[in-house]
């Protein structure tokens, strides 16, 4: 059996009633409680979404090409310049 993990955290959410017999019904076929369901499957469902965020693989090319451009000077951007050289919202000095 696997290692008990100690669940400190809760995470509360409005459903409909159709939602949550769809969840129970799910989670029965499964023979799991409806929480064991809903988190195994928000967690595999989460993994996938990050998991281009946290890792990637690139070809010998590829991986050269992305060492390149990691490594050029940064390209000056004359628009960039000046909106940087104006004064921001947050530097304006409040009247009162």
Do not use: C
Request: hydrophobic share 45%.
């Amino acid at each position: 059996m696997g290692q008990r993990i100690n669940r400190t955290e809760k995470l509360d959410l409005r459903l409909s009633k159709a939602a949550k017999q769809t969840l129970q019904a799910a989670a029965t076929a499964e023979h799991r409680s409806v929480s064991e369901f809903v988190l195994d499957s928000a967690l595999s469902v989460a993994e996938e979404r990050l998991a281009d965020r946290r890792a990637f693989t690139l070809g010998a090319k590829s991986w050269d090409a992305f060492i390149a451009a990691l490594d050029a000077p940064p390209r000056r951007h004359a628009r960039l310049e000046r909106l940087f050289r104006e004064p921001s919202v947050f530097d304006v000095k409040s009247e009162s």
